[in-house]
């Protein structure tokens, strides 16, 4: 979740906070219907059943944020991510 206040910023700042919080709802929810389909594909799947999959839970907000480095990454037209600040 420390990854949001860098990322926040930085996209805030190019987008507005309008836009990312419409953003950030939206790829939120995109994240728990993508999830939901999956699972309910695996539980009534007619050759071999998963019904504990209806008893997980979702990742969370890592998919969000996930998908706001993405984001961060493509408007800032950059072709990789540096994964250390440091180096």
């Known amino acids: 979740m420390l990854a949001l206040v860098s ?8 987008m ?22 999956i699972t309910l594909i695996a539980a009534y799947n007619p050759i071999h059943s998963y019904y504990h999959f209806m008893d997980e839970c979702a990742i969370g907000f890592s998919g969000v944020l996930f998908s706001m ?16 600040r440091f180096c």
């Open 16 to 37: 507005g906070s309008i836009r990312l919080l419409y953003m950030i709802v939206l790829l939120a929810t995109s994240s728990a219907m993508f999830h939901l389909l």
């Open 7 to 14: 990322l926040g910023s930085e996209l805030e700042r190019v």
């Open 69 to 84: 480095i993405v984001i961060e990454t493509s408007l800032s037209g950059a072709q990789s991510r540096r994964t250390f």
